[in-house]
């Protein structure tokens, strides 16, 4: 699978857009893109995902690049309680169910 | 019900003890999985169990054996382990379908102190 690329940390006051960036400039056409939230201590929890088009749900959305090098996860108004590290994997759908997760980005809400 | 849970949430083990890490979902999901995860790192894949068969095993020592006895259960039996493998281990379940989708649910995690 291909290796992701995020900054170590981000900071984003309380009510802002939180915009996580992440590389993927290895990934290949078969590849999803994840995305992954880890609140201090508890069990990651799903975000989104998506292969090539922008997708949006009730927590975020997921814009992806047209050559799919990089993506944002955009947190369209950050709470408190959003303040977690967040993983972006990428991830073959064939061959396995494999998910290898990167460093991640912690992100700290500011009040 | 999107929970998998996990027992217990605290475990401390001796290095010459036997103890076991169990894992339920009842969300249908044939495949499942074990992390380990040190303080201030991500989660590290250990095994992966697709359809109650192992798929997976990212070279684990032995002192870690998984076991599925049914679709819904995960066990993790642990034996003569090391102070170093002490660290936050997490069970998750996915869907195990070709195609999109995919995503993975995670419990809150066993925090494993060896002593």
């Known amino acids: 699978d291909a290796k992701t690329t995020q900054p170590p940390s981000m900071d984003c006051a309380e009510g802002r857009a939180a915009n996580l960036p992440c590389n993927h400039s290895t990934i290949s056409g078969n590849e999803y893109v994840y995305w992954y939230r880890q609140i201090h201590s508890q069990g990651p929890q799903y975000i989104i995902h998506g292969l090539k088009n922008n997708e949006t749900n009730e927590m975020a959305s997921l814009i992806i690049t047209e050559d799919r090098k990089s993506s944002t996860l955009i947190l369209p108004h950050a709470t408190l309680r959003d303040t977690a590290v967040y993983y972006c994997?990428?991830?073959?759908?064939?061959?396995?169910?494999?998910?290898?997760f990167g460093t991640g980005t912690s992100l700290t809400v500011i009040p | 019900d999107t929970e998998v849970t996990q027992t217990p949430k605290h475990l401390v083990m001796g290095m010459t003890n036997k103890k076991s890490l169990k894992c339920e979902q009842h969300m249908g999901h044939r495949a499942m999985y074990w992390y380990k995860q040190k303080a201030k790192k991500p989660p590290e894949l250990m095994f992966v169990y697709s359809y109650e068969k192992l798929s997976i095993n990212e070279s684990v020592p032995s002192r870690f054996s998984p076991e599925c006895p049914n679709s819904s259960l995960l066990n993790l039996h642990l034996h003569a382990l090391q102070p170093e493998d002490s660290a936050l281990y997490l069970c998750a379940s996915s869907q195990d379908r070709g195609g999109t989708g995919g995503e993975q649910y995670f419990g809150p995690g066993t925090r494993l102190t060896v002593t």
């Open positions: 994997i990428v991830r073959v759908r064939l061959g396995g169910n494999q998910f290898y």
